[in-house]
């Protein structure tokens, strides 16, 4: 058996060699809005006005950024059927594959061919590195292919809660199970994906199960999964520090495949006796001075459903998840009427269904509460809602690319969201982003003089220059292919009223409206000086003059939009 750090000795310089943040120029802050939020409503069903503002709100909170089809997909259905629309699990996405090799660099990976899956290779040493990145590659992938369903924005709450840092692990393929066990069980069983998680290698590997023995019994899973996974650190959460030990002591044995660790195919976990501690385990009053008896041979991996039995038989567990729901889809203060008439609710119905979580996810989503116009525009988008938002709904991307312009498209997103404050597969600790935990501030976290600039430059380089994908290609919003996706693009009212729901998310003052729209007239008085210029360009399709005729009078005004307080929020 083997038991040591698998990762190269240069691992560290060889992460900073493949993380490569491109330089960011700033720019003045854009603005900001204070969102008073005062509601009185509960889990009741929403009986109010579904329209598109209503619409925007659902689809904004479900999804990364909404775009034109997602809101036509909404046509016609009440709320219950949107809720079981974005409930519904869809085909699962394409592995990622080697878009890393480059021979000019002297990249060239011996394990796999380039446009061929890695998740099945054997370890790659220095390799590692590259499918690190084409694994998050992958991550931004899938959010901007995302269909109308919630999958995705639930995979990055399970990674939030639940995480590994990949860097860390620095072993991709086990990083792509990881995250292919979070999608599988999005929608599922809570018990079965903590269970999975227990014995998941990037996790073992990440908080050092592996290395969990009776000489030397490791706490940091044992601690991770009462803090941060199950429990929380509510104020009831009362479990002590001997409970900790007792659990890590539970926990001894559970081991990864050593033998085969750099070989290909799947990497494989088990339960090694002798390094399980078989003595009785003890647990305090918070646990109903429960006792797991200790166990010999191969009856201790018994001991570890025990375990999961005594922490989902105490009702803190459904109540922290239930908080943690709230607090990434609603809003993140919960004050003592939320945590009566929302959370606890919430966790009864979640502990009598077994702890499935689509049935929360349905009460929640359907609820008068969730729909409640006082959360209109109360959160501020995380990166990943900021900047995969504005590329969906936009229509941003290469439309004909070869496999490496598509991978430096993808790091291009990737790696300006690490400068907006969120590295996909690398949240800055066990804990998640501080953005949805750290009390007072929460969401106010994405918000910096840096990271503020930021999002204005991305919004102004998406309408005018062009997005930089790399050093030869620079991609703008087709602007003009957007507005053809809308219901009413010649009318400047409901253009500007529909742009900002699917931008936004949330309906934008009069006031607000009108300013757009003097932008938008070039300070002239009549609606018709819009309408007849995009009806001329409809009408002579491909010729120049009468596009740079609109994208001279629609261009100001979408950065205007873009740079609004309102367009951090959701």
């Known amino acids: 058996m083997k038991t040591k750090d698998y990762r190269p000795k240069n691992y560290h310089q060889l992460m900073q060699k493949y993380r490569k943040v491109p330089l960011v120029i700033l720019k003045t802050d854009p603005g900001s809005r204070s969102v008073q939020r005062n509601t009185s409503t509960g889990l009741e069903p929403y009986t109010g006005d579904w329209n598109d503002v209503n619409h925007a709100h659902f689809l904004k909170r479900v999804l990364f950024g909404v775009k034109p089809e997602d809101f036509h997909s909404l046509a016609g259905l009440g709320l219950a059927e949107a809720v079981e629309l974005v409930l519904t699990k869809s085909t699962p996405p394409e592995p990622p594959v080697n878009d890393y090799n480059d021979p000019s660099e002297g990249i060239e990976d011996p394990e796999v ?65 990881y995250f292919d066990m979070l999608r599988t069980n999005c929608f599922g069983n809570f018990k079965t994906l903590i269970r999975e998680l227990t014995l998941d290698p990037a996790m073992l590997l990440y908080l050092n199960g592996t290395f969990n023995n009776k000489e030397a019994p490791d706490e940091n899973y044992a601690r991770e999964l009462q803090e941060l996974f199950c429990i929380g650190k509510g104020t009831a959460a009362n479990f002590t520090e001997s409970d900790v030990q007792a659990a890590a002591r539970v926990l001894t044995g ?12 799947e990497l494989q976990v088990f339960f090694y006796p002798p390094f399980h501690e078989t003595s009785d385990k003890e647990f305090s009053a918070f646990y109903g001075n429960r006792v797991i008896t200790g166990k010999s041979g191969a009856d201790g991996a018994q001991e570890l459903d025990e375990l999961l039995d005594m922490l989902f038989d105490n009702n803190e567990t459904a109540l922290y998840i239930c908080r943690r729901l709230y607090k990434f889809f609603v809003y993140h203060h919960i004050d003592e009427s939320v945590e009566s008439t929302i959370i606890q609710p919430l966790a ?69 969201m690490a400068n907006q404050g969120m590295e996909l597969g690398d949240p800055p600790s066990v804990s998640g982003w501080p953005a949805y935990y750290q009390e007072p501030s929460f969401d106010k ?14 919004g102004d380089s998406m309408v005018y220059w062009g997005y930089w994908i790399n050093s030869d290609i620079q991609l703008p ?50 609606d018709s000086y819009w309408t007849i210029a995009w009806n001329q360009l409809i009408n002579n399709p491909g010729d120049s003059e009468y596009e740079m005729v609109v994208l001279n009078r629609l261009k100001p005004a979408m950065q205007h939009l873009l740079q609004l307080g309102e367009a951090q929020l959701m």
């Not at 559970?254 to 195919?265: P, T």
């Not at 709904?393 to 300006?416: F, I, P």
């Not at 009318?491 to 003052?509: T, V, Y």
């Open 477 to 526: 919003a087709d602007l003009i292919q957007f507005l053809k996706r809308l219901n009413n693009p010649e009318d400047p009212n409901l253009m500007l009223k529909e742009c900002s729901l699917l931008l936004l998310g949330i309906q934008l003052e009069q006031s607000t409206l009108d300013n757009l729209k003097a932008i938008l007239l070039s300070g002239q008085q009549t």
């Open 113 to 177: 061919a380039f446009g061929e899956t890695w998740i099945h290779a054997a370890h790659a040493g220095d390799y590692e590195g590259p499918r690190t990145i084409s694994l998050k590659n992958w991550l931004v992938r899938n959010m901007i292919e995302q269909p109308t369903s919630l999958e995705e924005k639930m995979v990055l709450f399970w990674h939030n809660l639940l995480p590994v840092q990949t860097w860390d692990v620095f072993y991709a393929k086990l990083c792509y199970r």
């Open 254 to 265: 559970w081991v990864v495949d050593w033998e085969h660790f750099y070989d290909a195919g």
């Open 445 to 458: 976290y994405w918000i910096t003089t840096d990271t503020i600039t930021n999002r204005a430059l991305t």
């Open 348 to 416: 009864d119905l979640f502990r009598s269904s077994n702890y499935e979580i689509k049935p929360v996810l349905e009460k929640l989503l359907s609820s008068a509460h969730f729909n409640d116009p006082a959360n209109h525009g109360s959160m501020i988008k995380s990166p990943a809602e900021f900047m995969i938002g504005l590329w969906r709904t936009l229509g941003m991307g290469l439309v004909e690319a070869d496999v490496l312009d598509l991978k430096d498209q993808y790091s291009s997103v990737l790696w300006q």
